[in-house]
């Protein structure tokens, strides 16, 4: 057991602004970290594997979950049902793991409701509304009253955004991944952390991300008003 207790990593974004590509990065670079496979309802995608990417359930075991409080917290998303179990969580805190819990919003403030010092919380941005339409019909798995569906869900993801205290904007993969590395570095290392770490971690709050989600929500609601 680790003498270190671990962190719960929670990042969030709407659907296509890259918070799942970016989760992998940080798991691919630091052994430290590890993923929290979420249980749901939603059916397999091509290339998905069953208790890697999701514990795939069907909606009556799910149920059985909640009932016996299995979950430290569980969402709708899309008509699906997505929970973290709560032995996950408890169990990596205890033996020092810092856990990615790629989940939204609802789930990142279940979580940090829970366990409000363990929970470093991290919100993803697309650098526009056209740019997130345009990831989502590139993946080519969804219908396009599903992606209209998800682009409305959007605005109202981004709108929680002050959650969050810190905030990245997905423009360049390569710049958005030196942030989130850095605020993960800064979390685990503390004081001891890299100078570089610290710098741009500073500077990515002083640019005032909160102001570009504000935008991204207006012109969202603008336009489907």
């Given at each position: ?185 800064c979390r685990r290392h503390k004081e001891q ?29 603008e336009q489907s008003s």
């Amino acid at each position: 057991m680790s003498s270190q207790r671990g962190s719960l990593v929670i990042i969030s974004s709407p659907s296509g602004a890259g918070k799942t590509t970016l989760s992998h990065k940080l798991l691919d670079e630091f052994e430290t970290v590890k993923f929290s496979v979420s249980y749901t309802t939603r059916p397999i995608r091509r290339g998905e594997v069953d208790g890697v990417d999701y514990s795939f359930v069907s909606e009556e075991r799910f149920e059985e979950m909640v009932v016996a409080g299995e979950f430290a917290e569980w969402a709708i998303v899309h008509g699906n049902r997505y929970g973290t179990a709560r032995a996950v969580v408890e169990g990596a805190l205890r033996e020092g793991h810092d856990v990615v819990f790629d989940v939204d919003w609802q789930g990142g403030l279940e979580l940090s409701k829970q366990w409000p010092d363990d929970a470093l919380m991290i919100f993803v941005l697309p650098p526009n509304l056209e740019i997130l339409e345009q990831r989502l019909r590139r993946r080519a798995t969804d219908a396009d009253d599903v992606i209209d569906r998800r682009l409305k869900m959007a605005i109202e993801e981004i709108g929680h955004h002050d959650i969050y205290p810190h905030k990245i904007i997905n423009d360049e993969l390569e710049q958005a991944y030196s942030v989130l590395r850095a605020v993960y570095l800064c979390r685990r290392h503390k004081e001891q952390a890299p100078q570089r770490a610290r710098d741009v971690v500073a500077s990515n709050l002083a640019a005032n991300v909160g102001a570009h989600a504000v935008s991204l929500t207006t012109k969202g609601q603008e336009q489907s008003s």
